[in-house]
């Protein structure tokens, strides 16, 4: 079964307790992932502003720090400290899903991964663009063209 990478963007509304990553995030691209991955959930990382690259099951304690250009830029200067977890190695497409700061630090990661060969580098890359609405569209029907074997 080919496998599928979801990198996601952290999201300011956050549960109040610690979670596993991907319960702890409750804004609107995490429902949208909810509500439309398929039965067998792709894998997701999640860019967070505080830590870097976060596992879905990660435990973390809810936060607030705002991803800005000036940390994006912080973060793709020292790359190695904010991307310290095991990414899939069997890859066949990536979908990254975020803002442009955001984007511009998970596109940085692929590229060193990519060099240090942990990545395939032919793996097709999708990104979400345009507004929350559009962004949230397209999360969606990715999702479930993976549930049909389309993606």
Not at 2 to 14: N, W, Y
Not at 69 to 79: F, N, Y
Not at 131 to 146: C, D, K, N, P, V
């Amino acid at each position: 079964m080919k496998k599928h990478l979801v990198i996601m963007a952290c999201s300011a509304t956050k549960a109040a307790v610690p979670a596993p990553a991907i319960d702890l995030y409750r804004g609107v691209m995490y429902s949208t992932l909810r509500a439309n991955a398929p039965g067998t959930r792709p894998v997701v990382l999640i860019l967070s502003a505080k830590h870097g690259f976060l596992s879905a099951d990660q435990i973390i304690e809810p936060y607030e720090q705002r991803m800005t250009e000036a940390r994006a830029d912080d973060m793709i200067g020292d790359l190695p400290a904010y991307d310290t977890i095991a990414w899939p190695s069997d890859v066949c497409a990536v979908l990254l899903a975020g803002g442009k700061p955001y984007k511009r630090v998970m596109r940085a990661a692929i590229e060193r991964r990519t060099r240090l060969g942990l990545i395939v580098p032919d793996a097709p890359i999708t990104e979400t663009a345009g507004t929350i609405g559009y962004q949230r569209a397209q999360l969606g029907a990715y999702l479930r063209a993976m549930g049909t074997g389309n993606a």
